[in-house]
């Protein structure tokens, strides 16, 4: 008997569209107040933005069986997904209006595995070094009891968003 799992999301390109009209803590802000529609991969992966302040963003997911590997796991892409998002999300709560960042890179260290016992997970992401056009982060994955499940640094490269349009 197989198990079903069903959800939606919103059009992209809406969050797309205000990254860069206010600055990132804003933006980032109002997508944790529900004023932005969540992007598609917190609804795939079923995570939330906790927290947000300036430097700092936390994710959250409890795992389910949904995220597994084929050995009964956490799947690493769940994990690094999390951290990725926490230390991009730390870096973007940090640059004015009209700037936005991508990952250049994501290093990832897996700690301890994860399943549905683990319990509810998260993902603390904190900005380490920002300059003009690149910022250092990193993020550490955590359990209940904050232990450290997984530990990533990521490189982001800054640049302007082009005004909008209309």
């Known amino acids: 008997m197989g198990r079903t799992r069903t959800y939606q999301w919103d059009d992209p390109a809406l969050l797309a569209e205000a990254a860069g009209r206010s600055s990132g803590i804003d933006f980032l ?14 609804h795939t992966l079923d995570f939330t933005l906790d927290e947000v302040e300036p430097g700092r963003a936390v994710f959250s997911l409890t795992p389910g069986e949904e995220h597994y590997n084929l050995i009964g796991s956490v799947h690493g892409g769940v994990f690094a997904t999390l951290l990725d998002s926490a230390a991009g999300c730390a870096v973007h709560s940090t640059l004015p209006r009209g700037m936005a960042y991508t ?22 992401g904190t900005v380490i070094s920002k300059g003009r ?4 982060s990193q993020a550490q994955l955590v359990d209940g009891t904050d232990r450290l499940l997984a530990h990533a640094t990521s490189s982001c490269m800054l640049f302007e968003v082009p005004p909008s349009e209309g």
């Open 29 to 42: 802000r109002d997508l944790q107040a529900g004023r932005l529609p969540g992007p598609p991969i917190c």
């Open 133 to 136: 056009r690149t910022a250092l």
């Open 103 to 124: 990952s250049l890179d994501l290093t990832v260290k897996f700690l301890r595995p994860i399943t549905v016992d683990t319990g509810p997970v998260r993902a603390i």
